[in-house]
Every structure is written in structure tokens, then in C-alpha cells.
């Protein structure tokens, strides 16, 4: 982690949907997050792995009407998005699907194409039981940057650990986290790296990473950015 990391909109933008009260706000913070990347249709989405179509949105910016379409035809039978999704840890392109059979998936196809989508993509994220968090990010464009799919990733992410934390509220103890992994993560808060918390602390740097993802690990957090945002916002730790 580097100073510029800490210093910019990325994690004000991380920091504000962390910080959300409802899944309202929650949303219009991710819409906006996502708006500021580029133009898409966003679908986000829990799908049970082993009932092929069963898939139930909890936030959409496509037409209302398309949804109901969608449902109604029940095109998550035929979705090729769907068990790519249930196969993979990592996020895809809609291209790289398997390429559309029978005249059902041709009509999802041809109704994707007249809203104006070209492609997309798709990261899902695996939960511990049959559920699995489906996000899908549909554009006009032929092609997506690496850099657009990382920012998607790391705002859908976000999203389902803010998600779940609103749906399913967790109990944190105030003493969950040591006062030297308090420490550590209060200097990285300030924009130090590891090399210069270790200095500061008389350390060395394994020290360090070896508080830092103790932390990580009792906070159920994915990376040390999200980790130092969640230790703020229930007050474990303050700048």
C-alpha cells in the first residue's frame, strides 16, 4: 500500500459505501460509484448454484420492463452468464461464454443487441453456502479495460460485504483486534507503508503483515484497504 492509494477518491468512494445505513443508500452510492466509471447496465444479483435460473436481483439500473421480460421468459434457464458464474471464482467477459445453441439463447441475444448492449462483465462472488453473489456489468462497447474491470471488482465487492453486513448485521466486540494491530492499522490509515510502520514501531516488516492480516482475517475483510474502512467505521480505530 502507498500514500496515493490512501490518498485518493478510490477509497473515499470505498469509504462511503462502507459507511451507508440502509441498502438505499447503499445502492445510490454504488450507481453513482459505478456511473463515474462509465456508462453500463448493472445487474446484481444472488442465484442459487444448484437450481439452474433461479436468480433473484437485489439492485438493477436496467428497465424495469426488461427485467420483467427477462424474468418472464425466464431467460435465466438460457443465460450462458449464469453457470459461467456458478464455474468461476474470477470475474469474465460476456465473450468468453460459450457461444449461444438454440433459438431460446437466440432470443436473449437478439434482445440484449436491441438495448444496445455488446458486452460485458461479469464477477461472482461465492458464499459459503449454495448462494452465490452475481454481479454483471452490460455496455455498448465491444471491449472493457483492464483497469474498468478492476474498479468494477473492487466496488462489487464492497457492495456485498456492505450488503451483507445491512441484511445480516454483525456483532463486533470492542476487543476483537489487539492494540498492536489497532496501532498498525491506525498508522496505514495515515498513509504509511509497511516498511515505514515497521520503522516507526522498531520492527520488521513481517511483523507488521503478520498484525495487519490478523486483522484482516478477525475483520472478514478481502484486502487491507477494506480493512482499515471497516476498523473506522465501527470505531475500532480513528484518524
Same mark, same amino acid.
Given at each position: 500500500?502507498?500514500?496515493?492509494?490512501?490518498?485518493?477518491?478510490?477509497?473515499?468512494?470505498?469509504?462511503?459505501?462502507?459507511?451507508?445505513?440502509?441498502?438505499?443508500?447503499?445502492?445510490?452510492?454504488?450507481?453513482?460509484?459505478?456511473?463515474?466509471? @462509465?456508462?453500463?447496465?448493472?445487474?446484481?444479483?444472488?442465484?442459487?448454484?444448484?437450481?439452474?435460473?433461479?436468480?433473484?436481483?437485489?439492485?438493477?439500473?436496467?428497465?424495469?420492463?426488461?427485467?420483467?421480460?427477462?424474468?418472464?421468459?425466464?431467460? @435465466?434457464?438460457?443465460?450462458?452468464?449464469?453457470?459461467?458464474?456458478?464455474?468461476?471464482?474470477? @470475474?469474465?467477459?460476456?465473450?468468453?461464454?460459450?457461444?449461444?445453441?438454440?433459438?431460446?439463447?437466440?432470443?436473449?441475444?437478439?434482445?440484449?443487441?436491441?438495448?444496445?448492449?455488446?458486452?460485458?462483465?461479469?464477477?461472482?462472488?461465492?458464499?459459503?453456502?449454495?448462494?452465490?453473489?452475481?454481479?454483471?456489468?452490460?455496455?455498448?462497447?465491444?471491449?472493457?479495460?483492464?483497469?474498468?474491470?478492476?474498479?468494477?471488482?473492487?466496488?462489487?465487492?464492497?457492495?456485498?460485504?456492505?450488503?451483507?453486513?445491512?441484511?445480516?448485521?454483525?456483532?463486533?466486540?470492542?476487543?476483537?483486534?489487539?492494540?498492536?494491530?489497532?496501532?498498525?492499522?491506525?498508522?496505514?490509515?495515515?498513509?504509511?507503508?509497511?516498511?515505514?510502520?515497521?520503522?516507526?514501531?522498531?520492527?520488521?516488516?513481517?511483523?507488521?503483515?503478520?498484525?495487519?492480516?490478523?486483522?484482516?482475517?478477525?475483520?472478514?475483510?478481502?484486502?487491507?484497504?477494506?480493512?482499515?474502512?471497516?476498523?473506522?467505521?465501527?470505531?475500532?480505530?480513528?484518524?
Amino acid at each position: 500500500m502507498n500514500r496515493d492509494l490512501m490518498d485518493n477518491s478510490t477509497l473515499d468512494t470505498l469509504e462511503a459505501m462502507l459507511r451507508t445505513r440502509t441498502i438505499e443508500e447503499l445502492a445510490q452510492q454504488f450507481h453513482k460509484a459505478v456511473d463515474a466509471i @462509465g456508462e453500463f447496465y448493472c445487474l446484481l444479483a444472488n442465484v442459487n448454484k444448484f437450481q439452474r435460473g433461479a436468480i433473484q436481483p437485489t439492485l438493477s439500473s436496467y428497465p424495469k420492463e426488461w427485467i420483467s421480460h427477462y424474468i418472464g421468459n425466464n431467460y @435465466g434457464q438460457v443465460d450462458p452468464l449464469l453457470p459461467r458464474a456458478m464455474q468461476t471464482t474470477v @470475474g469474465f467477459e460476456w465473450n468468453t461464454c460459450d457461444a449461444m445453441m438454440n433459438k431460446k439463447e437466440w432470443a436473449l441475444a437478439a434482445d440484449i443487441y436491441e438495448i444496445g448492449l455488446r458486452d460485458g462483465f461479469v464477477l461472482p462472488i461465492h458464499g459459503p453456502g449454495s448462494s452465490v453473489f452475481f454481479a454483471s456489468f452490460g455496455q455498448t462497447g465491444r471491449e472493457m479495460p483492464l483497469r474498468m474491470q478492476i474498479a468494477l471488482s473492487m466496488l462489487t465487492m464492497q457492495y456485498h460485504q456492505r450488503y451483507q453486513q445491512l441484511t445480516a448485521p454483525q456483532v463486533i466486540q470492542p476487543d476483537i483486534l489487539t492494540a498492536r494491530e489497532r496501532e498498525c492499522l491506525l498508522w496505514v490509515a495515515n498513509g504509511r507503508t509497511t516498511s515505514e510502520v515497521a520503522d516507526i514501531l522498531n520492527v520488521n516488516d513481517n511483523t507488521i503483515k503478520f498484525h495487519l492480516k490478523n486483522a484482516q482475517r478477525k475483520l472478514e475483510c478481502t484486502n487491507r484497504v477494506t480493512t482499515v474502512i471497516k476498523a473506522l467505521s465501527l470505531g475500532l480505530i480513528s484518524i
